[in-house]
């Protein structure tokens, strides 16, 4: 992710570069970045901030709820497994028959 400064320097750079003479696909991979890129920057004659930060995203489908999150809690906090990394937690586990998240 490129902060909005760094993109208001990169874009200064390529029209710049674009007053003295230069086209824009050389200009824009001079400073590593694609012309589509640049585009999406400059839309509607702004420098538009990434969204990424902003967006929304769906919770994964596997995500844990918070009873099996605390149970793989508990059992890490168990004396019998304080000590030991999740690596060796899990194989053990499996030997006992309990399964009660992926590593």
Do not use: F
Not at 7 to 23: E, F, K, S
Not at 42 to 69: F, M, Q, S
Not at 85 to 103: M, T, W
């Amino acid at each position: 992710m490129i902060s909005t400064p760094d993109r208001r320097r990169i874009v200064t750079l390529i029209d710049t570069a674009r007053q003295a003479g230069a086209r824009l696909a050389p200009a824009c991979k001079v400073v590593e970045i694609d012309v589509r890129t640049y585009q999406r920057w400059t839309k509607n004659g702004e420098i538009r901030p990434d969204k990424w930060p902003i967006v929304p995203r769906p919770a994964p489908t596997n995500k844990l709820t918070p009873e099996e999150r605390q149970s793989v809690l508990d059992t890490c906090h168990h004396p019998a497994y304080v000590s030991m990394p999740p690596g060796q937690i899990v194989p053990r586990l499996a030997d006992e028959g309990c399964y009660l998240a992926s590593e």
